[in-house]
T-cell receptor, first 114, second 113 residues
C-alpha cells in the first residue's frame, strides 16, 4: 500500500518550453501533496504544498508563476515548469500525505533543460 | 537556519555490525520525526517514525531513539546489510508546521560486505 506514482521519470526539453510532471497516489486519497526539489548531493527542499481544490502554498523564494501546481483531485497533483531554463534542471520529487505527518514519495523526475 | 541537522555526511560500516545515524533539531515545536532511505535518482522510502510522546520505536532491524531534552534522535540499523547502502534522511514535522516535513542534509551509508 501507500504507492505514489510520478511521471515522467526523466524528461529533456529545450529552453523556453514547458514541462508537466504528474503525481498520483494509487491506493489512497491525499488531501495534501507536496513538491520538492533536490540539487545534487543536497537535501530535499520543499517548493510548495498542494491542497486539493485550492491554491497551492509556495515556500519563500519559489516563483508561483514559474512552477504552476494544480491539485484537481484527491489522487492527482501536477507541477508545470513554465518556460524552463537550464537553471531549472534538477530532480523534482512529489509526496502525498494520507495521514498527518506521514508522507509517501514518488520516484522523482529528472528534468534536463538544454 | 538549518532546523534539522545530520552532522555526519557519511558512514561506513561492516556487514552484520550496527549502523548508528544521528540527527539534531532546534525547533522545539517539532513533535513527529521520520527517517527515510533514498537511493540515487529515486524518491525517499519511508522507514520508521516516532512521536514526541515516545522515546523509542522499533521495527525489525530499525530502531529510532528520541531524546527530547537534547533535541536529538538516532536511527539504529542492526544487523547492517549491503542493501542498506543508501542516503538516509531524518525529517521533522509539527502541527504548527502544517504537516510539512523539514529534512536534514542526509547521511550516506556504505555497508561493506
Amino acid at each position: 500500500g501507500a504507492v505514489v506514482s510520478q511521471h515522467p521519470s526523466w524528461v529533456i526539453c529545450k529552453s523556453g518550453t514547458s514541462v508537466k510532471i504528474e503525481c498520483r497516489s494509487l491506493d489512497f486519497q491525499a488531501t495534501t501533496m507536496f513538491w520538492y526539489r533536490q540539487f545534487p548531493k543536497q537535501s530535499l527542499m520543499l517548493m510548495a504544498t498542494s491542497n486539493e481544490g485550492s491554491k497551492a502554498t509556495y515556500e519563500q523564494g519559489v516563483e508561483k508563476d514559474k512552477f504552476l501546481i494544480n491539485h484537481a483531485s484527491l489522487t492527482l497533483s501536477t507541477l508545470t515548469v513554465t518556460s524552463a531554463h537550464p537553471e531549472d534542471s534538477s530532480f523534482y520529487i512529489c509526496s502525498a500525505s494520507p495521514l498527518q505527518n506521514i508522507q509517501y514519495f514518488g520516484a522523482g523526475t529528472r528534468l534536463s533543460v538544454l | 537556519d538549518q532546523q534539522v541537522k545530520q552532522n555526519s555526511p557519511s558512514l561506513s560500516v561492516q556487514e552484520g555490525r550496527i549502523s548508528i545515524l544521528n540527527c539534531d533539531y532546534t525547533n522545539s515545536m517539532f513533535d513527529y520525526f521520520l527517517w527515510y532511505k533514498k537511493y540515487p535518482a529515486e524518491g525517499p522510502t519511508f522507514l520508521i517514525s516516532i512521536s514526541s510522546i515516545k522515546d523509542k520505536n522499533e521495527d525489525g532491524r530499525f530502531t529510532v531513539f528520541l531524546n527530547k531534552s537534547a533535541k536529538h534522535l538516532s536511527l539504529h540499523i542492526v544487523p547492517s546489510q549491503p542493501g542498506d547502502s543508501a542516503v538516509y534522511f531524518c525529517a521533522a514535522s509539527g502541527k504548527a508546521a502544517g504537516n510539512k516535513l523539514t529534512f536534514g542534509g542526509g547521511t550516506r551509508v556504505l555497508v561493506k560486505p
